[in-house]
């Protein structure tokens, strides 16, 4: 079954609306009631993989459930995936984060309109994107190389892990990052902070696609046959 382009741009933009709202709002959630970081964080991290179990399942049929540029771009590089495409995919991805961080401030009656505070730079923070950006990517290409009908929870459980063993708790996504710099929260980045974490993740998504790209291609079989 194939679906026409408005309606994977739909699924893209609501898919990633319902993601960040998850993120803004469970951190929301979480800081209102504890005043324990390790606690809050457990409390952003278990919905964040929950979610993202549910929209590649339901929304993957339709646009793939890519949620993030940074994916978007490393099907393009492995051109499984039209410029232009991706362009438009990227565009509903960006759109639908921003609106998700937005309604979720509406849910919790926060100010709609925010822009954060929280200072999240440094060497660390880049390195930290880099390598969750690069395992995201890599999980989804050899996903779906190998046990694609695996792929929600392939990527929810990278996800949940991945929150725990960088440094950036992260983030590994574009749209995530720029709808984040709108929320003044637990979740919320700097907008001034947003262009590096870009820079990292993308750093990071070609680096996947071409080492595991690389990494999950078959060697071509040898065609020499010996003749009496």
């Known amino acids: 079954m194939s679906f026409d382009m408005p309606r994977?741009?739909?699924?893209?933009?609501?898919?990633?609306?319902?993601?960040?709202?998850?993120?803004?709002?469970?951190?929301?959630m979480a800081s209102n009631l504890t005043e324990d970081t390790a606690l809050a964080l457990?409390?952003?991290?278990?919905?964040t993989g929950a979610i993202l179990v549910?929209?590649?399942?339901?929304?993957?049929?339709?646009?793939?459930?890519?949620?993030?540029?940074?994916v978007t771009v490393a099907f393009a590089l492995r051109r499984e995936i039209g410029v232009a495409e991706s362009l438009q995919y990227i565009i509903a991805q960006i759109i639908g984060g921003i609106l998700g961080s937005l309604i979720a401030h509406a849910m919790f009656e926060l100010s709609i309109i925010q822009f954060s505070q929280t200072v999240r730079t440094g060497t660390g923070q880049w390195v930290a994107e880099v390598v969750a950006t690069f395992g995201l990517v890599a999980t989804i290409l050899a996903g779906v190389r190998f046990r694609a009908d695996a792929i929600p929870w392939l990527v929810g459980l990278y996800i949940t892990a991945a929150y725990w063993f960088t440094a950036?708790?992260?983030?590994?996504?574009?749209?995530?990052?720029?709808?984040?710099?709108?929320?003044?929260?637990?979740?919320?980045?700097?907008?001034?902070?947003?262009?590096?974490?870009?820079?990292?993740?993308?750093?990071?998504?070609?680096?996947?696609?071409?080492i595991v790209g690389w990494l999950i291609s078959p060697s071509p079989k040898s065609t020499t046959e010996q003749t009496p």
């Open 168 to 210: 950036s708790t992260s983030f590994a996504n574009p749209a995530v990052a720029i709808a984040r710099g709108f929320s003044d929260t637990f979740a919320g980045i700097r907008p001034l902070d947003v262009p590096a974490f870009i820079a990292a993740e993308l750093v990071g998504a070609v680096i996947a696609v071409l």
């Open 42 to 47: 457990l409390g952003n991290t278990l919905p």
């Open 54 to 70: 549910v929209l590649i399942t339901i929304l993957g049929p339709i646009s793939g459930a890519h949620f993030n540029p940074a």
């Open 8 to 28: 994977r741009l739909v699924a893209e933009g609501l898919g990633t609306a319902l993601l960040v709202g998850t993120v803004v709002g469970s951190g929301i």
